[in-house]
């Protein structure tokens, strides 16, 4: 992969005077890490956007800091967007040290079609979308990538260590024995038991039973009256 670059500003607006950044098309954002005091830094909104799409969340980005001489290796974390727009409201840029192992969430994606679910056999459930990995930061996969062609059945399934992965450089810090995608039976409809009709003679519960034909009703037995 290319370098990926990003500029930025030093930035003196914080809390809710950021909204005024936001309209000038500058995106709000804070760099950490070791070896690095935390600054409040503004991005170039297109810039940023760009970067992103290419480095995503694992990507290295060679980040330069208006005024300061040294570039900052990052990995860009927890953006905030807004929740109508999924605009990007503020972003974290993590300084990582090249020679020491970072941990990071690697996405997984699938692939293919699965031919138990082509063919309504039953549903294809994806269970994990996300695996810890630890690892140099440009040893970081991108994502996995997993193949669910091979599902042609009801529990056919692919378990973590299938992922293909090149585990001298790359740890994942998740039991391999896990379930990523699976195939499941599909939902059965409940069907409701046809109701139940009374016998001659039974009634249906809540009700009086009524005598059967030439039978007469049994009288009531005559209230006793009260003695003065």
Do not use: C, W, Y
Request: aromatic fraction near 2%; glycine fraction near 6%.
């Amino acid at each position: 992969m290319s370098e990926i670059k990003l500029t930025a500003q030093k930035r003196t607006l914080v809390g809710k005077k950021v909204k005024k950044l936001r309209k000038e098309g500058l995106i709000p954002a804070n760099i950490f890490g070791k070896k690095i005091k935390s600054q409040s830094l503004s991005l170039n909104k297109k810039e940023f956007e760009k970067v992103f799409a290419e480095a995503g969340e694992t990507g290295i980005v060679n980040l330069t800091v208006e005024g300061e001489k040294e570039n900052h290796p990052v990995m860009i974390q927890n953006l905030q967007k807004g929740p109508v727009t999924d605009e990007i409201l503020h972003a974290d840029l993590r300084q990582v040290i090249l020679t020491e192992k970072v941990t990071a969430d690697i996405p997984v994606e699938m692939t293919g079609e699965a031919p138990a679910a082509e063919q309504k056999l039953g549903i294809l459930i994806q269970n994990i979308s996300e695996i810890e990995v630890e690892a140099l930061p440009l040893d970081l996969p991108e994502k996995f990538v997993v193949d669910v062609s091979g599902l042609n059945n009801v529990g056919d399934e692919i378990l973590v260590k299938s992922i293909k992965v090149d585990k001298a450089k790359v740890e994942l810090k998740i039991d391999e024995s896990q379930v990523v995608i699976k195939i499941e039976p599909l939902a059965k409809e409940e069907v409701a038991p046809p109701p139940v009709e009374p016998e001659e003679g039974e009634a249906p519960e809540g009700e009086a039973a009524l005598p059967a034909e030439g039978e007469e009703k049994s009288p009531e037995p005559p209230s006793e009256e009260k003695k003065e």
